[in-house]
Every structure is written in structure tokens, then in C-alpha cells.
T-cell receptor, first 117, second 111 residues
Framework: GAGVSQSPSNKVTEKGKDVELRCDPI?????LYWYRQSLGQGLEFLIY????????KSGLPSDRFSAERTGGSVSTLTIQRTQQEDSAVYLC???????????????FGAGTRLSVL | GQQLNQSPQSMFIQEGEDVSMNCTSS?????WLWYKQDPGEGPVLLIA?????ELTSNGRLTAQFGITRKDSFLNISASIPSDVGIYFC???????????FGKGTHLIIQP
């Protein structure tokens, strides 16, 4: 597709359940980023992938959060044993990491709104 | 995690007025970015700044990268109804790093 695609757009789950959120980056983009946006807040960096490896996982809030990327394309963010404080919009961005900083513009998807009841 | 100090939190203005917002940080960033987010959408890049002191315009928008590399501002001239939304500043330290965001400035245009 033309832009970053995320699915589902909305997810309602019960406390304690696991959830998987999916991100399809822009075709050809080598880097992929996950962010979390709580109500009324800015975006909080979670993790980024360069190809299939994750050089920076420093933003993952706990070991209940994990992410993987396969084939240098699609990424999945998994939250295990969800808690109410996990409720937020989870945003994915991708960029083309070559040619210097001017090329590394992150383009965002519309996000997945997660509600944990 | 760290967030940038963005102000004001919200602005109520009349159509046609100019708008100014800014971001400060206690640490240095090598790239400053300004994004706009509409309801239900992801942020969209407005302006990117790569050098300390750089002043860049994009139509009615003007942004500057502070000399100390710890601050940036965004100005919008002659506001129009479609300028309504939430504006975020973001900083990046390394070329591939994740972005550090401010909490946003909510721009509301009164009829």
C-alpha cells in the first residue's frame, strides 16, 4: 500500500489476555518504529527495528511487551497478560534509513486503539 | 521516558491570527521535527530541522532549530480553520534513533 498500515484499528480486550498488534510498513522502508500514545499525551518510543533486528528496545515498559519483525517487512507487537494501564493508541512508523538524516523521515500509521477492560 | 517540554498546552485563537509554540529540552538533539495530528490519525510531518540555528519555512509555517540544540519553535501565520489539531515537537539524537516527543499543543480556532 501507499502508507503505513496497522491492524486492527481498534481492539478491546479483557485484563489478563494477550494481544497482537500488526504493522505493515511502507514498501522498501528498512526501519520500523513502535510508539505508544496515552490519552492526552505525546508519543512514547517503545522499540525500533533495522531490518529484522532490534538495536533499541529501551522503551519497552515491561517484559510483558515484545515485538518481532520478519522478512524485513511486517512487524507484530505483542502484549501479554494485558493490564488496564496498557490502554493507549499504539502507533507504528517506518522510514528509509539511507542517505543521511534528511532521508530518515518517519511516516506514521493511524494506530491501533487498545482498550483493556 | 523522557519527554520534551512543549508549550502552550492549548491555544484558543481567532481565524487569521498568528500562532507560536515552542519546545525545550534539558539535553541536546541533533534533529528537531514538528508534526500535526488530526483525530484518529497518525502524526504527519510538517517541518524537519537538521542544523543548529536553521530557520525553515513550509508555506505559512516557520520553524527554527535553537542555537543550543535544546529548543525549537513553530510559528503559523494567518491561521485558517484546517490548522485545527494537535501539534507535536519531536527530537532525535542519532540518525536512526526513535523520536522523543513533547506532549503537544492543541490548537483551537474560534469562529
Amino acid at each position: 500500500g501507499a502508507g503505513v498500515s496497522q491492524s486492527p484499528s481498534n481492539k478491546v480486550t479483557e485484563k489478563g489476555k494477550d494481544v497482537e498488534l500488526r504493522c505493515d510498513p511502507i514498501s522498501g522502508h528498512t526501519a520500523l518504529y513502535w510508539y505508544r500514545q496515552s490519552l492526552g499525551q505525546g508519543l512514547e518510543f517503545l522499540i525500533y527495528f533495522q531490518g529484522n533486528s532490534a538495536p533499541d528496545k529501551s522503551g519497552l515498559p515491561s517484559d510483558r511487551f515484545s515485538a518481532e519483525r520478519t522478512g524485513g517487512s511486517v512487524s507484530t507487537l505483542t502484549i501479554q497478560r494485558t493490564q488496564q494501564e496498557d490502554s493507549a493508541v499504539y502507533l507504528c512508523a517506518s522510514s528509509y534509513l539511507a542517505g543521511g538524516p534528511a532521508k530518515n523521515i518517519q511516516y506514521f500509521g493511524a494506530g491501533t486503539r487498545l482498550s483493556v477492560l | 521516558g523522557q519527554q520534551l517540554n512543549q508549550s502552550p498546552q492549548s491555544m484558543f485563537i481567532q481565524e487569521g491570527e498568528d500562532v507560536s509554540m515552542n519546545c525545550t529540552s534539558s539535553s541536546i538533539f541533533n534533529t528537531w521535527l514538528w508534526y500535526k495530528q488530526d483525530p484518529g490519525e497518525g502524526p504527519v510531518l510538517l517541518i524537519a530541522l537538521y542544523k543548529a540555528g536553521e530557520l525553515t519555512s513550509n508555506g505559512r509555517l516557520t520553524a527554527q532549530f535553537g542555537i543550543t540544540r535544546k529548543d525549537s519553535f513553530l510559528n503559523i501565520s494567518a491561521s485558517i480553520p484546517s490548522d485545527v489539531g494537535i501539534y507535536f515537537c519531536a527530537g532525535r539524537k542519532g540518525g536512526a534513533d526513535g523520536l522523543t516527543f513533547g506532549k503537544g499543543t492543541h490548537l483551537i480556532i474560534q469562529p
